[in-house]
T-cell receptor, first 113, second 115 residues
Framework: GENVEQHPSTLSVQEGDSAVIKCTYSDSASNYFPWYKQELGKRPQLIIDIRSNVGEKKDQRIAVTLNKTAKHFSLHITETQPEDSAVYFCAANTNSNTGKLIFGQGTTLQVKP | NAGVTQTPKFQVLKTGQSMTLQCAQDMNHEYMSWYRQDPGMGLRLIHYSVGAGITDQGEVPNGYNVSRSTTEDFPLRLLSAAPSQTSVYFC??????????????FGPGTRLTVT
């Protein structure tokens, strides 16, 4: 069935270093790949998304890359700051034109000052 | 706009009790969904709806019912609560067409404990 795998489950970096989180998806019809950030006790919030017609998208310190052939997409955070510490979820849509998303298991990112 | 609202914020149930978690959105979104979040398990889809009168099962539907009588509301019913349903529940909504976009907006969540 539809599946999204996310790695690593935990990631610890020093402030200023880069962080990379990777996801793979199973549905070859998926064409929308969002990333959500969830701070402790809060709701998930969209930080960046990418559609299948582009290979990379950047927004200040965050970027997402997509390899449709390999069914991989990744989140890159550069110059990490303590406020980047949170749980990050990737997702992929399925059943095109419904809005249905399948989420990865999440990555807990800790940025040490 | 209030966005996506959920009630209650917290709830404690005894095994076997039933209850309804409420979810409403004021963005005229076609798509609405319920997730449960457990430690290390991510966000698992329980049920979803692509419009009023249309619902479908997600990954973990057992023990839950939904209905969608209006565009705005999407309540989740626990039929006979079990300790395994202790979790944080999130409702989310989005448009459902590629042209407009699929960004999902989440409600604040309901923390449910079943004893």
């Amino acid at each position: 069935g539809e599946n999204v795998e996310q790695h690593p489950s935990t990631l610890s970096v020093q402030e200023g270093d880069s962080a990379v989180i990777k996801c793979t998806y199973s549905d070859s019809a998926s064409n929308y790949f969002p990333w959500y950030k969830q701070e402790l006790g809060k709701r998930p919030q969209l930080i960046i998304d990418i559609r299948s017609n582009v290979g990379e998208k950047k927004d200040q310190r965050i970027a997402v890359t997509l390899n449709k052939t390999a069914k991989h997409f990744s989140l890159h955070i550069t110059e990490t700051q303590p406020e980047d510490s949170a749980v990050y979820f990737c997702a992929a849509n399925t059943n095109s034109n419904t809005g249905k998303l399948i989420f990865g298991q999440g990555t807990t990112l800790q940025v040490k000052p | 706009n209030a966005g996506v609202t959920q009630t209650p914020k917290f709830q404690v149930l005894k095994t076997g009790q039933s209850m309804t978690l409420q979810c409403a959105q004021d963005m005229n979104h076609e798509y609405m969904s319920w997730y449960r979040q457990d430690p290390g398990m991510g966000l698992r889809l329980i049920h979803y709806s692509v419009g009023a009168g249309i619902t479908d099962q997600g990954e973990v539907p057992n023990g839950y019912n939904v209905s969608r009588s209006t565009t705005e509301d999407f309540p989740l019913r626990l039929l006979s609560a079990a300790p395994s349903q202790t979790s944080v529940y999130f409702c989310a909504s989005s448009y459902s067409t590629r042209r407009v976009g699929y960004e999902q907006y989440f409600g604040p969540g309901t923390r449910l404990t079943v004893t």
